[in-house]
């Protein structure tokens, strides 16, 4: 069964940082495409980064704020998030594409706050 679990959510001031970490529980490759989304209250899921085979894509809002990286030998995706803004305050969910299946994380919560 696969797992992602998230750390690395909480609250920080507008401006501050916050790296965001997911393990899964299945050993990775490059071909299997994983990042993050969020969801804010009362708005739909979106896709923040993703990375995949010979692709790296970001939402418009987070472009050049947002960095994200993977470590397949510790089957770590990271989200390094600088210079948040309150519109970044949503749960966070860990995605993953494994053998032609959708994967989430539990989330985690980032707050930032004016």
């Known amino acids: 069964q696969v797992q992602l679990v998230e750390s690395g959510g909480g609250l920080v001031q507008a401006g501050g940082s916050l790296r965001l970490s997911c393990v899964a529980s299945?050993?990775?490759?490059?071909?299997?495409?994983m990042g993050w989304y969020r969801q804010a209250p009362g708005k739909q899921r979106e896709l923040v980064a993703i990375m995949g085979p010979d692709i790296t894509n970001f939402e418009d809002s987070v472009k050049g704020r947002f960095t994200i990286s993977r470590d397949n030998a510790e089957n770590t995706v990271y989200l390094q998030m600088n210079s948040l803004k309150p519109e970044d305050t949503a749960v966070y969910y860990c995605?993953?594409?494994?053998?032609?299946?959708?994967?989430w994380g539990q989330g985690t919560q980032v707050t930032v706050s004016s």
């Open positions: 995605y993953l594409r494994y053998w032609g299946d959708d994967y």
């Open positions: 299945v050993s990775i490759f490059d071909h299997n495409p």
